[in-house]
């Protein structure tokens, strides 16, 4: 068996299951009578990484967790309310002044009056427990991972051999460091999976389309004020401010988009699927297709898309009706993705390329019409 003299060799130990019961068991544990009768009813997931490692006779803590918990209790003006905590990245560095959570209410009629609620009486709660999470898992796990009667290794001395008549010629540099290089493993393969989402807007598949591609409007609902890109075949876009980042692949105007998208940490990026459907005067469905999401971040996935997508896309879509549009370019063939221009607000028209204005085309059915009546007239007389 070997030794770990003077801790001086990495160890490494998975502190996950530990993390997640003792998140569920302090989370649960939230009195109601400390927190205005709000209260924690279930912790629905708890996904991620939680370590200790020590290195060179020193213990830290890595950890980046994301959790889901239920909550009931009233809104501002004491009705019965209920929802859910999403709490997407609480990370071993993370500030708890910064973070990242998403409050869901059930009945969106309450969504802001509970969210403040939520915002006063439990998020205060559960941002003490996660203040000591870290100190809490080093009392708990790191017993056995310092090694107290070890001491850190002599550094070698070299041996002096008298010396012969024949000089030894040394090896050269090369071959004494292969010899001591191991071979390096291939990197490991990260299992991935399908992730397929659905959700229905109230507006037309044109107002979707734009508030997912116009830069002016995704600053409104991803609430990233340094947000811009061009929404172009080939072109790259950032958004959260850095924390997802990908590239377009294909546009089909009010129908389709097709994009690589990546978040901050994976290996490789994934390929979002976008469609639009109208199914009626006001309202359309959105159909997401992600290929190539790791396995254990599936549920996470799901959970941000529906915390920064698309609930925050319904809430913003009367706020970015005062932003004009971004529309394609129009080159003659449905389905055109070569990119797009804005709306020409300062003559109130817009132009499409090669063609009329549509003042001009007006005009043109105008007098068609007028020529229509007067021979019709003039038959008759």
């Keep these: 068996m070997s030794v770990n003299h003077g801790n001086w060799h990495w160890i490494e130990r998975n502190c996950l299951k530990w993390a997640q ?18 209260t924690v009813t279930s912790v629905v997931s708890i996904e991620g990484q939680a370590d200790i490692n020590q290195r060179k006779g020193k213990l830290i803590t890595v950890f980046d967790l994301q959790f889901v918990v239920t909550w009931k209790g009233t809104d501002l003006g004491g009705q019965p309310a ?25 009945n969106k009629a309450q969504q802001q009056s509970a969210s403040k609620q939520v915002e006063t009486q439990l998020i205060p709660k559960i941002k003490a427990i996660l203040s000591t999470f870290s ?104 958004l959260f401010s850095g924390a997802v980042s990908g ?17 901050k940490g994976w290996a490789e990026a994934s390929t979002v699927t ?50 004009p549009k971004v529309t394609p370019v129009v080159s003659g063939k449905k389905g055109s993705s070569d990119g797009w221009r804005g709306w020409d607000a300062g003559k109130g028209k817009g132009v499409e390329s090669g063609g009329l204005s549509v003042y001009a085309k007006a005009a043109v059915v105008v007098v068609v019409v007028a020529i229509l009546v007067a021979t019709i007239a003039g038959s008759r007389l």
């Design 135 to 238: 100190q809490d898992m080093l009392n708990e796990n790191s017993k056995n991972l310092l090694n107290d009667s070890g001491s850190a290794p002599s550094s070698p001395q070299p041996v002096h051999k008298a010396a012969t008549a024949q000089a030894v010629t040394p090896k050269s540099p090369t071959t004494s460091s292969s010899s001591l290089t191991s071979p390096t493993s291939p990197p490991k393969k990260v299992r991935t999976t399908t992730v397929n989402l659905e959700s229905q807007f109230l507006c037309t598949a044109s107002d979707l389309y734009d508030t997912l591609l116009n830069p002016a409007r995704v600053r409104v609902w991803s609430k990233d004020s340094k947000t811009d890109f061009v929404a172009k075949k080939g072109e790259p876009y950032i």
């Design 274 to 323: 976008i469609t639009i459907d109208e199914f009626d005067d006001v309202g359309c469905k959105m159909g997401v297709v992600i290929r190539g999401v790791p396995v254990d971040e599936e549920g996470v996935v799901k959970r941000n898309w529906e915390g920064y997508y698309f609930e925050p896309i319904r809430g913003a879509l009367e706020r970015c009706k005062d932003i």
């Design 21 to 38: 019961t003792h998140l569920k068991r302090s989370i649960m544990l939230i009195d109601p009578k400390e927190s205005n009768g709000m």
């Design 82 to 106: 209920c929802g859910q905590i999403s709490v997407v990245d609480f990370m071993h560095d993370t500030d708890l002044d910064e973070l990242e959570y998403f409050i869901n209410v059930d």
């Design 247 to 263: 590239t377009f692949v294909d546009l089909v105007p009010c129908s389709k988009i097709t994009k690589k998208w990546k978040v």
